[in-house]
């Protein structure tokens, strides 16, 4: 692509920096190419019908033409073809986007008015800032604690709302080393244009040294476990299978039988609309006496739990019920939110329990 800049950071067309940016590239200009071409073209019949087919006389009377059958398939097929053509590409192209691979590496967002924080498993956090290794994916799992937001790497061509209540997902795998800016996307209050970041992507040694150099207070499952016993959690969820509330184990990524028989999936959406509004969804085969934590636990806890509750093994006192020889693997995602255990951290989890 010509660089046409006026300034480094002021550049005509962003850098590709990602594994799909390329073939972004080769989309948008075909998009561009066609579009243009099909906008030239008809332009010019116009103007040259307008001349050729001009009225000569008062009295002229052009012939009448009843239809053009072989006309008519051929302006019909031929923008059918280019434009499912389009359709299919730009599909294919957004399912890669969609759909993290296995082994990606998990980082946690959290936007608020007006700033992005991240918290990486291990326990590092930051704000306005996210370091990643080069040539690697990396899948963000992202809410908002107020407004809604929007990721924005123009970089890496990646962008994806941020919504307060829920989790939306993206992945992407930054293809070289260097600092790539941040934007949030989605007007979301006065200081919205301050909302930057910088996304850094670095070689693997680096990105390690990066890692370990901070002084992480310990790993988010662990400030996890840590805040599931100072709220009183074990008091009901226990791992024998005893207790008066489903047994964690094994949870995430499951399909969970609800009592008005409608299945839901225990994603993170899913475990924190309980720990937010737990009267809204009974699990088959227990009494909904959990209490709610809205206003008590922040975002970023909720993620501690979340990564503490995901780090849970399944257990021998299994208890919740599940549709028939259902297995992790059957149900372990939604569209966007990785399989329990596919995240490839499990070595970087300090062992919990
Ligand atoms: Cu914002």
């Known amino acids: 692509m010509p660089e046409l800049s006026l300034h480094p950071d002021l550049r005509f067309f962003p850098d590709a920096a990602s594994s799909v940016a390329g073939e972004y590239n080769w989309l948008f200009w075909a998009l561009v190419f066609v579009c243009g071409a099909v906008t030239l073209g008809i332009a010019c019949f116009v103007v040259y019908a307008a001349i050729r087919y001009r009225r000569r006389s008062d009295d002229e009377l052009p012939p009448q033409i009843p239809g053009n059958m072989k006309l008519e398939l051929l302006w019909t097929g031929i923008p059918l073809f280019l434009f499912m053509g389009m359709f299919a590409w730009g599909a294919v192209l957004f399912f890669d986007i969609e759909r993290p691979p ?30 990643v290794p080069v040539g690697e994916p990396i899948q963000l799992i992202m809410t908002s604690q107020d ?13 994806q709302d ?9 992945w992407f795998q930054a293809e070289k080393p260097g600092k790539y800016h941040l934007f949030c996307a989605e007007y979301c209050g006065t200081k919205h244009s301050g909302m930057i970041g910088w996304v850094y992507a670095m070689d693997r040694q680096d990105y390690q040294a990066w890692l370990s150099h901070g002084a992480a207070e310990g790993s988010l499952a662990s400030t996890g476990e840590k805040l599931f016993h100072q709220f009183g959690c074990a008091n ?22 609800l009592k008005d028989a409608s299945p839901g999936i225990a994603d993170e959406t899913y475990i924190r609309q309980k720990l937010m509004d737990p009267k809204r969804t009974t699990v088959l085969g ?44 059957e149900y372990g995602t939604t569209p966007g939110i990785g399989e329990p255990g596919a995240s490839g951290n499990a070595q970087t989890e300090p062992g919990i329990r």
């Open 162 to 170: 941020v919504l307060p209540g829920r989790y939306t997902t993206i």
């Open 236 to 257: 009901c969820h226990h791992f024998d299978g005893h207790g008066p509330a489903p047994d964690l184990q094994g949870l995430y990524g499951r399909q969970v039988l």
């Open 286 to 329: 227990f009494e909904n006496i959990m209490p709610t934590f809205d206003g008590q636990l922040s975002e970023e806890q909720v993620i501690d739990l979340i990564a503490y509750i995901k780090a849970l093994g399944p257990g021998p006192g299994d208890r919740l019920p599940t549709s028939s020889g259902s297995t992790p693997q």
């Open 102 to 131: 296995r082994n990606a590496t998990q980082v946690y967002v959290v936007a608020k008015q007006w700033m992005w924080k991240i918290q990486y498993l291990n326990g590092e956090r930051e704000i306005d800032a996210l370091h």
């Open 147 to 159: 407004a809604i937001h929007s990721f924005f790497v123009p970089d890496f061509r990646i962008k």
